[in-house]
C-alpha cells in the first residue's frame, strides 16, 4: 500500500513537480474518494456543456441582460469543473473521459509507465493501458499476456 515517487531521472520536465506512481492496492484505496470526486465532475461537465449550449443560441426575444447571466453562470460552473479537476489532479490520477468518467492512474511495471484504468460502476481497479493507448486499450489486469504487464 504504498505511493512511489519516481527517481528524478523519470520525472516528465525538469520544472515539474514529480507524479504520483499508484500500486493497484492504492489506487483501489483512493477509489471511495475519487469515485465521488468524478461523480461530481461527470455531473458539472454535463451542466458546463448545457449552459455553453445556451449561451451560443442567438434568439431575438432573449434580452441582452439574460444573455449576459448565462454567460456570467457558465464562467460560475466551469470553475466549479476547474476545482473538481484540480480536486481528482491533487490525488494524482487523471479524468481521461468526461462523458463516461474514466480514471488513469499512473504506474510503473518492469521499469516503463503505465495506466491503471477505473470507470464509474465498477469496484476496484481491473485493467490497465499503455501509455497513450487510448480507451481502447484497455486490457484486464488477470488476462495480461506473459510478454505483456502483470501488475502486482
Not at 463516461?100 to 518492469?110: E, Q, S, Y
Request: with cysteine.
Amino acid at each position: 500500500m504504498k505511493v512511489y515517487d519516481p527517481p528524478e531521472a523519470t520525472t516528465f520536465c525538469g520544472t515539474a513537480p514529480r507524479q504520483k506512481i499508484f500500486t493497484v492496492e492504492h489506487a483501489n484505496r483512493t477509489l471511495p474518494l475519487v469515485s465521488r470526486i468524478v461523480h461530481d465532475m461527470v455531473r458539472q461537465f454535463k451542466r458546463v456543456c448545457a449552459l455553453e449550449e445556451r449561451c451560443h443560441i442567438r434568439r431575438p426575444s432573449v434580452s441582452r441582460e439574460h444573455r449576459a447571466e448565462l454567460r456570467r453562470r457558465y464562467g460560475v460552473e466551469l470553475d466549479r469543473l476547474r476545482e473538481l479537476s484540480d480536486e481528482l489532479g491533487a490525488v494524482g490520477c487523471q479524468l481521461k473521459d468526461w462523458r463516461t468518467g474514466l480514471v488513469n492512474f499512473p504506474a510503473i511495471h518492469r521499469g516503463r509507465m503505465i495506466e491503471l484504468c477505473w470507470r464509474p460502476g465498477e469496484s476496484r481497479v481491473t485493467h490497465w493501458r499503455e501509455v497513450g493507448a487510448g480507451v481502447d486499450g484497455r486490457k484486464p489486469l488477470e488476462a495480461a499476456a506473459p510478454e505483456q504487464p502483470v501488475i502486482a
